[in-house]
């Protein structure tokens, strides 16, 4: 099992990643992007950050900060399981990959846990390979519960 | 030294590559063989991933679907001289489901070393660029206009048409945009071209450049393609060390430059003003037209707007010339069109074939038919957005008029292919259900109506006041397509209703 640890967030380290994207032309999703890279989640703290850094209002970074489905304010579990629902992988029984996992893991899709969480995500574009996911990054075609399971 | 080619592809890769790859080499030490692996990208026949090729005197030869188990006996079959085994496929240029195809675009796909330049330009790679750069802008984009190349995007605006106004609005920076946000399920071809051929893509983001005068492009690229943004990006800085890109074009005084913007997990901004807004940074919400993007685009600047595979298909148009794309095709469909054949199939993947090709052939005879087993009773073209069509319309030409005329799209080309276990009232409300996730929330018919429209079918399932509730469903349907600013409010009754249409008896109530 790949755990991915995250460093603790801090002000001061995230600066140092807001800091070089002061050049890119609309950074505010860009730089959100970076922070979650580094930290496996948006922290709320860095929302006056981010405005302060790039000179745009807080309601602004917090509007896109909550549009994207990827952008999470919560810190990311130690595990996290996407499994596609779109409709090439449910032709090939997504719905019951969802179901066994579930239950697997007794946890339901799209709420958020400490330790594994299962997502529900939109292509993969192995759609000829489906039922698609993807654990911790790694893409899996022909999912099966086996197969899935930490 | 004998070669071997493995895919990199991520399909190819998500049943196995890897692990192949590290038997063959342990393997290959084992015996103390030489050789060499080459991880292409997929010859697009996803069936038979993982597809092993061997080069032989005589061509390679291929072996498929390889899975770890088989790599042992691949070696005491000695595959690595073309031994006979029972995976062995022969030439892989002989395969007929592959040799049948028309490879236009795709010409390169799976055949050369993604990142290797010089395979690039032995297979005809930047003969489009240099011829031109030898033109003007305006000569370019009568090549593509003649060509017929009409958006691949989903909504098939010819692509000369676009280029052309951008060019002649003034500006002091105008943009390319590619399009590579790929958000239909069952689409995958601009994946796989950006992972196996990304020279391509970009040569023909360079071409559009120089032709209306853009120095700078994005390519607007989704984030669950992690490998496809690795790929692109590493494909970038190869082709700026090499006067591909940069300041002096392959020695010329053009300039052209690019960067990859990663998608966020939303399906709204692959619509193409939502891409701009979050290229720009912002929420992905839809801008009202006009201005064109074309007149003022990204940062308010003329833009040209192409999804991956239109720009992919300029280097082929301006090396071959505009007649050879423009003899392909039927009707105003010209050129090839990239079919995916996705879902429930027993023999997926990449299918490039000139525009005007039946149905029928595409998921009889190259699909052949359900991965199941189970008869086809479904079959969903274009994305989310596209309809719902059953075997009475297996017989559709594949092309842009005849599908709208059939009552359905093609959208992106890709081809879902349902069997008899589909209830087509529970893929109606998951229709419905994706508009609600992905609506930007401007209008009220999408953002409102399809939840009201999800729970109103959930009704129909359950059988409660079936005939009211299936006209309350149809009057949904067309204050959507009325009052909705995009498509993706205007064309979720797509498959809501050719499902209700062509599958009435799901649509009953409780049996
Ligand atoms: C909801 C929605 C999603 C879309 N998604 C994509 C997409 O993922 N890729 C794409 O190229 N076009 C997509 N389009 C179409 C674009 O708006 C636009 O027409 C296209 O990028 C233009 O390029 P083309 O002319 O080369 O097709 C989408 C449209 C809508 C309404
Ligand atoms: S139809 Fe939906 S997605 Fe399109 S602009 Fe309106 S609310 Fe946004
Ligand atoms: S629909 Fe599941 S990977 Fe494309």
């Known amino acids: 099992m790949t755990h991915h640890t995250y460093p603790q967030w801090s002000t001061e380290s995230a600066h140092a990643i807001l800091e070089p994207l002061k050049s890119t032309p609309g950074p505010v999703l860009v730089a959100l992007q970076a922070l979650q890279k580094e930290y496996g989640y948006v922290d709320p703290e860095a929302v006056a950050i981010v405005a302060q850094v790039f000179n745009v209002s807080r309601a602004d970074v917090h509007g896109v900060l909550t549009f994207y489905h990827d952008l999470r304010t919560t810190p990311a579990p130690a595990k996290i399981i996407k499994i596609c629902v779109a409709e090439a992988c449910q032709s090939v029984g997504s719905r019951n990959l969802v179901a066994g996992m579930q239950k697997a893991l007794g946890v339901n899709i799209d709420e958020s846990h400490a330790d594994v969480e299962i997502q529900s995500a939109y292509c993969f574009g192995n759609c000829a390979l489906g039922p698609a996911a993807m654990v911790d990054g790694t893409l899996i075609g022909r999912a099966t519960v086996e197969k899935l399971m930490p | ?511």
């Not at chain 2, 796989?192 to 853009?214: H, N, Q, R, W, Y």
């Open chain 2, 1 to 511: 030294m004998i070669t071997i080619f493995i895919p990199n592809d991520s399909a190819a890769v998500s049943i196995g590559a890897n692990e192949v790859t590290s038997l063959v080499v342990t393997e290959a030490s084992k015996r103390g063989i030489e050789i060499e692996i080459i991880r292409n990208g997929t010859r697009g026949a996803l069936w038979l991933e993982t597809l092993v090729e061997v080069q032989t005197p005589e061509g390679r030869i291929a072996y498929g679907p390889v899975f770890a188990e088989d790599v042992a006996s691949l070696f005491e079959s000695d595959f690595l001289h073309g031994g006979s085994h029972r995976l062995a496929l022969g030439k892989t240029d002989e395969i007929p489901w592959l040799k049948n195809q028309d490879r236009v675009t795709y010409a390169r796909v799976g055949i050369i070393d993604p990142l290797s330049l010089s395979d690039y330009e032995k297979h005809g790679g930047l003969s489009g660029l240099k011829n031109a750069l030898g033109k003007t802008g305006a000569e370019i984009i009568q090549e593509v206009t003649e060509s017929g190349l009409r958006g691949r995007g989903g909504a098939g605006f010819p692509a000369g048409i676009k280029w052309r106004t951008v060019l002649q609005t003034q500006a002091v920076q105008k943009y390319i945009c590619c399009n590579a946000d790929e958000g239909d399920s069952g689409t995958f071809a601009d994946r796989i071209l950006m992972e196996a051929d990304p020279f391509t893509l970009i040569e023909g983001m360079v071409i559009a450049g120089v032709a209306v005068g853009a120095t700078q492009g994005f390519i607007y690229l989704r984030s669950e393609y992690p490998s496809a943004i690795n790929q692109m990006n590493r494909a970038i800085e190869i082709a700026r060390a090499n006067g591909i890109l940069g300041t002096s074009i392959l020695g010329t005084s053009h300039s052209f430059d690019l960067e990859v913007r990663e998608g966020a997990g939303s399906y709204v901004c692959g619509e193409e003003t939502a891409m701009l807004e979050s290229i720009e940074g912002k929420r992905g919400v839809i801008r009202s037209k006009p201005p064109l993007p074309a007149i003022e685009g990204l940062f308010g600047k003329p833009t040209v707007i192409n999804n991956v595979l239109t720009l992919a298909s300029i280097p082929a148009i301006l090396h071959h010339g505009a007649a050879a794309y423009a003899a392909r095709g039927v009707g105003r469909s010209l050129g090839t069109q990239i079919f995916q054949l996705a879902g429930n199939i027993k023999r997926g993947g990449i299918v490039e074939l000139a525009f005007g090709v039946t149905l029928d052939l595409l998921i009889n005879e190259y699909g052949a038919g359900t991965l199941s087993g189970r008869p086809i009773r479904a079959v969903q073209i274009g994305g989310p957005l596209g309809a719902y069509f059953d075997s009475k319309k297996f017989s559709t030409s594949m092309d842009y008029e005849s599908l709208v005329q059939a009552g359905g799209m093609l959208g992106h080309g890709g081809i879902v292919l349902f069997d008899e276990s589909v209830n087509l009232a529970s893929q109606a409300k998951f229709a419905m259900e994706f508009c609600a996730i992905e609506s930007c929330g401007k209008c009220t018919p999408c953002r409102v109506g399809s939840t009201r429209g999800a729970e109103t079918i959930e009704k129909i399932i359950s059988g409660v006041d079936v005939p009211a509730n299936t006209r309350l469903l149809l009057d949904l349907c067309d204050v959507m397509t009325d009052g909705s600013l995009c498509a993706m409010g205007g064309l979720t009754p797509l498959p809501v209703k050719s499902a209700l249409t062509n599958f009435p008896e799901d649509f009953q109530g409780k049996a």
